[in-house]
């Protein structure tokens, strides 16, 4: 009876620069053959400029190359289908001034479009109104409620987005995260097919 190595691929790779990719690179695998350690530095492909971003390595082609090198071996996939490699360039610290101009960019936008939504609802004249119930007289600027309603505006925004820079307040995902990541999701979908040599690519008009 032939010896069974269960294969897992990686749904997600990066990789820097031309190189080869090794099965170890884009798969776990779990057998008790000797064999284990040969079979995670088999090469698979090599990355050429040709590829430019990405490279989709379907399993098909991976466990038809092992069933020609170990016809000894059964090989069973569990998990994805196909691994996306991602070849990604050498990242370069990020220029303070580059970061600095961003941050102020994204500053003033944030700013014009809190006080543009403030201005069409009228929030000074709600507020006016809130203190003359309140209290039965008339203020131009009840600063008592307008000062505490900027410090929770600002709180409830880190609290939505579930962030301190990278400090997380707790386990469970912002909105924003799961926007990104459903986003993630369709992306590689798309890609997995339109990428895939193996399928039948139809181009978009």
């Given at each position: 009876m032939s010896e069974i190595v269960y294969l897992r691929m990686k749904k997600?790779?990066?990789?820097?620069?031309?190189?080869?990719?090794?099965?170890?690179?884009i798969a776990l695998l779990s057998t008790i053959?000797?064999?284990?350690?040969?079979?995670?530095?088999?090469?698979?492909?090599?990355?050429?400029?040709?590829?430019?971003?990405?490279?989709?390595?379907?399993s098909f082609l991976v466990i038809d190359h092992l069933n020609r090198l170990y016809p000894d071996l059964e090989f069973q996939l569990l998990g994805p289908n196909q691994t996306i490699i991602r070849i990604t360039k050498q990242k370069k610290a990020p220029s303070i001034i580059i970061v600095s101009f961003v941050w102020l960019l994204l500053f003033i936008g944030t700013a014009m479009t809190i006080m543009n939504f403030h201005y069409d609802v009228s929030m000074?004249?709600?507020?006016?109104?809130?203190?003359?119930?309140?209290?039965?007289?008339?203020?131009?600027?009840p600063l008592?409620?307008?000062?505490?309603?900027?410090?929770?505006?600002?709180?409830?925004?880190?609290?939505?987005?579930?962030?301190?820079?990278?400090?997380?307040?707790?386990?469970?995902?912002?909105?924003?995260?799961?926007?990104i990541f459903n986003y993630q999701q369709d992306l590689d979908q798309y890609v997995s097919y339109y990428e895939n040599k193996l399928n039948d690519n139809k181009p978009i008009h």
């Open positions: 997600n790779v990066e990789l820097t620069g031309l190189q080869t990719v090794q099965l170890r690179h053959s000797n064999h284990k350690h040969d079979l995670e530095k088999i090469t698979l492909y090599r990355i050429s400029k040709e590829d430019r971003n990405i490279v989709i390595i379907d000074q004249e709600v507020q006016q109104k809130l203190h003359y119930l309140l209290t039965g007289e008339y203020d131009e600027y008592w409620i307008q000062i505490p309603y900027s410090f929770g505006l600002g709180i409830g925004m880190l609290l939505f987005f579930n962030h301190w820079f990278k400090k997380r307040f707790n386990e469970e995902p912002s909105p924003l995260e799961v926007e």
